[in-house]
């Protein structure tokens, strides 16, 4: 299933790599253009050092069969911002998708420890990262995309409100983090629905980023080699599968009915019809539940 978003424009925020860059391809899938941000462009890296860059996923997104544009953007800098959603109003008359998947997180949590051990600096920089850059984005380009009907906001988070709820997520900042941007796009769905739009927030499962792939030592192509290394990694999907969530949301005329909701990759993949690049739905969240949580051996069977 494709979904048809020819003459959408959307704005990725945070592309480069992971979540955000199996989203832009896929909504440039649909037919959409894509603005993709991020700080590192192969001219210049960011803090992460990664390979990874705007232009690539850029690239990557007009292959798909959209248009995709790249801008250097650091989203904690609202003139940079200011900046490009300028751009966007100059080049495309008005912005129809958002979606807010700034991390840059993943050096700075320091797993299982309370806040008095946990680095003061990087805890707090991983506030600034991933909720002051979301304000200051969404404060922007939400202007912009109300401007007409129909906006669809995607706040990018890790686990369902559900889910997070329930469990401490390993460390005081990570767990506000990832617990705070499902309420963030509940409180704009609110303000949002008057002017005819919608805001979710959307966590993947276990998704087998260039990062997540490399810890494991294994590429896209055999990743069932990380098994050895982690059983549990069966669960895991393809950054493309959260992308298609997206694009699934974007293409549903009825979208608004999701309003204020945290939903999941398999939870829409369910409602939508569409699988993971394999024909698979993994059920990631329920898994971790009642698998991996209880400690039972790995086994993924009744979970794809």
Known sequence: M?????????????????????????????????????RTTRAQQSEYGRPETIEETAELVSAAGGHGIAMQVDHLVPDEVEALVARIHAEQGGLDILVNDIWGGEH????????????????????RLAIDTHFITAHYAL?????????LLVEMTDGTADYNATHYRLCPYYDLVKTGTNRMAWAHARDLAPHGATAVSLSPGWMRSEMMLEIYGVKEENWRDGTKVQPHFVISE????????????????????????????????????????????PDCWRYLAEVQEPGKPADDTGYR
Request: glycine residues 16%; without cysteine.
């Open 2 to 38: 494709t979904a048809d978003l020819k003459g959408k424009v959307a704005l990725v925020a945070g592309g480069t790599r992971g979540a955000g860059r199996g989203i832009a391809v896929e909504l440039g899938a649909g037919g959409a253009t894509v603005y993709v941000t991020g």
């Open 108 to 127: 700075l949590t320091e797993w299982d420890k309370p806040v008095w051990e946990h680095s003061l600096d990087k805890g707090l920089r991983m506030l």
């Open 143 to 151: 202007a912009l995309m109300i401007e007409r009907p129909g906006g």
């Open 238 to 281: 393809t950054p493309r599968f959260t992308g298609r969530a997206v694009a699934a949301l974007a293409a549903d005329p009825d979208r608004s009915r999701w309003n204020g909701q945290s939903l999941s990759s398999f939870q829409l993949a369910e409602t939508y019809g569409f699988t993971d690049l394999d024909g698979t739905r």
